[in-house]
């Protein structure tokens, strides 16, 4: 990519400034674009928008549609083969996970700042959950990053650890004596989260992928059925593609080794695993699918919403900020719902490029 | 760019089009009964790891539908038929090719070298 960042163009239109910024974004969130790319394909679009004077919207489409297609083509598969729905691989995805709890941690606190003053009381029960909601939501990012990397099993097992933490948390919490055993300054607390917001950001990303990566099955290892679970386990958690589909494309491609004369392994055949399970799941339903795996996410967080709003309402004394805070979220969130159920059922919802196998011309046949 | 990987890039971009065709004169067929027929016809550099991907997005575009079939002491088999959709795309697509391959045609018969200057225009148009 461009080692010299050339300066931003100058769009003419508002409008067309506005595009560029979606591409931008999308690039950048959504598909991991290497550095340099966005820039070098927005100078592209401002000259063929300058010399047709249209605007660009007109002439090159939908930003997201146009930042899909720029990532199909531009971006090699080995790239894109590592990422999952949001563009990031294992490790980010769990970076991700901490941050967003550490964030949501430094914004309670301020909360809890506003409405009781500087000093917040900590009891055994306070303690308990924190460290419930801490050790849950970390083993959820886990849980994530695990399926994102293709571990199914792997994932069911951090799950199942979250349910359990989640559990006993909420158990133990009860048999816990209550009262305030030291008093902290809320300033110090949100010190502490944004500390831990830092320590998030911090780790290595790449040796985060290399724990959450399996040994490589497509390298020296001869074994074909760690290759097919690899492939199993890539199609359903980083693609998200059903289970019946997914052990379709395994039977067919066993199928296809029985048929071939020799001893060819799997990974002669299809090559690296990682690539062979993008190009099978980067058909037309993608977005669809995507949109379904949210969705299901989704009602969990509506779910957890709705109990939080339950318990707001069935306490004596109900806080207005918090009752106000929980009905705004749970209406932010059914909306949400809606707009997603409408999107994994949109059967218009399909690949934007619309053309036929797109396949990076570096990557190998 | 190397010929290799050029002709790589032309049989991938026409691959869809050349299964439909494929398709179209047979009942059914499954996936290494096609890249028989694909090498056979010359397209030897189709390796199973694309024509399975192509084969499973014409599906999601409805251009090809699917069923199982007992296989010859392996497992069972995918059988792949055209669609009528297949069929329209097919008709399409071949007008559209011989349309493509005849301008591209026109442009390199000639001998004589160009004496127009490099275009300055520089598509924005990803994929190329």
Redesign the interface.
């Known amino acids: 990519m461009a080692k010299d960042r050339k300066p931003a163009p100058t769009w003419e239109r508002e409008e067309d400034e506005d595009w560029a910024a979606a591409v931008e974004i999308r690039l950048a969130l959504d598909h991991d674009a290497p550095a340099g790319l966005a820039d070098q ?1 927005l100078a ?2 401002h ?3 300058h ?1 047709e004077g249209r605007p660009a919207l007109d ?2 489409g939908d930003p997201h549609a ?1 930042a899909q ?2 990532a199909d ?2 971006i090699p598969e080995k790239h894109r083969a590592r990422l999952d729905a949001d563009g990031l691989t294992p490790g980010e995805r769990l970076t991700a996970t901490l941050v967003s709890l550490g964030i949501t941690a430094t914004l309670f606190c301020g909360f809890e700042w506003l409405r009781d003053g500087l000093w917040v009381g900590i009891g055994w029960s306070s303690l308990a959950l924190t460290a419930t909601v801490t050790l849950g939501a970390a083993l959820t990012g886990v849980a994530l990053a695990t399926r994102a990397a293709g571990r199914i099993r792997g994932a069911r097992w951090f799950a199942a650890g979250t349910a359990g933490v989640v559990c006993a948390g909420v158990s133990g919490t009860a048999f816990v004596p209550d009262g305030q055993l030291f008093t902290v300054p809320a300033p110090l607390l949100m010190l502490a989260c944004f500390a831990g917001i830092i320590g998030a950001v911090m780790l290595p990303d790449a040796a985060l992928d290399r724990w959450f990566t399996p040994a490589s099955a497509d390298s020296d290892d001869s074994d074909d059925e760690a290759w097919f679970a690899r492939l199993d386990g890539l199609l359903r958690g980083r693609h998200a593609l059903p289970s019946a589909q997914a052990r ?2 395994i ?6 080794l ?3 004369p020799g001893e060819e392994r799997a990974t002669d ?3 690296d695993v990682e ?2 399970a993008l ?2 799941a ?4 993608r977005t669809r699918r995507f949109a379904r795996r949210q969705f299901y996410g989704s009602c969990a967080l509506t779910f957890f919403l709705l109990v939080m709003l339950i318990d707001n309402l069935s306490d004596p004394d109900p806080s207005p900020f918090w009752l106000a805070a929980n009905t705004g979220a749970l209406g932010a969130m059914i909306w949400i719902l809606v707009s997603e159920w409408r999107q994994s059922t949109d059967r218009d919802t399909s690949d934007p490029t619309g053309a ?2 797109t ?1 990076s ?2 990557s ?2 | 760019m190397a010929t290799g990987t050029t002709h790589t890039t032309w049989t991938r971009a026409a691959l869809p089009l050349c299964l439909l065709g494929v398709l179209a004169t047979e009942e059914k067929s499954y996936g290494y009964a096609l890249l028989s027929r694909l090498a056979d016809a010359g397209l030897d550099g189709v390796k199973a790891a694309t024509l399975y991907p192509a084969l499973t997005r014409l599906e999601e575009e409805g251009a090809v539908e699917t069923e199982w079939g007992a296989g010859e002491g392996g497992p069972g088999r995918k059988y792949y038929r055209i669609t009528d959709e297949g069929r329209a795309r097919l008709h399409r697509d071949r007008a559209a090719w011989a349309a493509f391959t005849g301008a591209v045609a026109s442009l390199t018969r000639t001998d004589e070298p160009s004496t127009a200057g490099p275009s300055a225009h520089t598509s924005a148009h990803p994929g190329e």
């Not at chain 1, 039977?251 to 296809?256: F, K, L, T, V």
């Open positions: 394909v592209e679009a000259q063929l928008v010399e002439l090159l146009y297609l720029v083509e531009r379709g494309h039977r067919e491609a066993r199928q296809h029985a048929s071939a055949v299809f090559g690539i062979y190009r099978l980067e058909g037309p339903s036929g196998t396949t011309p570096d190998p046949s």
